[in-house]
């Protein structure tokens, strides 16, 4: 696989990026949505991205999934012994990476209306053929039975609540046991107690099960929540974190 180097980094952080610029091109100039940023996460750690609309936030998330690409810099993850250098990959092979070593949690959930719950959440199982089909499905299951949606199972995403969508958007995100979720606004578009039971299961996924989360937020009151926070103001990081 392009980008990897075969080296075991255990003690290394899981995520690093390094001078990561994102430049976009618009009809009133070049815009630098990420001006350098350099940033470590390390194993099992809660990090929450904090910052203002504007601030750059989803597009830093978007460079570590590689749903979009960097002007410049580089992005490196350590998954399994290796030093995935995520940028460098062609797109097929990161789709099948991705897939397999990132949940990613959306603030519009965006699971697929045709499917149903168990549906949704076999699908990625089925991409990456981690699973047989028996299997991802029996999975599935065990990951809704988690987020308290078992009985669910058979609806489709219509026919369920915003805090449900969301809960089942974190069950899929699990699907293939990622080490690493990515959370952009999770709970931005939730009401007070359900984003509170939402964040709820994300702190329990880094206590008990040891995955590392890196999670964008405009809420500064959730900063004392996460193991440990960084503030970021027009692509670049603010003083405070200096500090």
Known sequence: MHGSINEDHRDN???EYHKVVKTYSTAAGDFDALKGIDLEVKRGEFLGILGKSGAGKSTLLNM???VDRLSSGE??????GHDISVHNLEEDELALWRGR???VVYQS???LPMLTLVENITLPMDLCGKFKAKESRLRALELLRMVELEEHANKLPSHISGGQHQ???IARALAN???ILAAD???GSLDSVTAEVVFGFFEKLVTEQAKTIVMVTHDDGLAGRFSRHVLLSDGEWAPENQT
């Open 101 to 103: 070593n990132m949940g």
């Open 64 to 66: 570590l999934t590689g």
């Open 185 to 187: 606004e999770p709970t």
């Open 109 to 111: 959930f965006q699971l």
């Open 13 to 15: 952080p899981i995520i």
């Open 75 to 80: 992005v490196i993850i350590r998954s399994n």
């Open 167 to 169: 809960r089942a958007a």
């Open 177 to 179: 046991d990622p080490p």
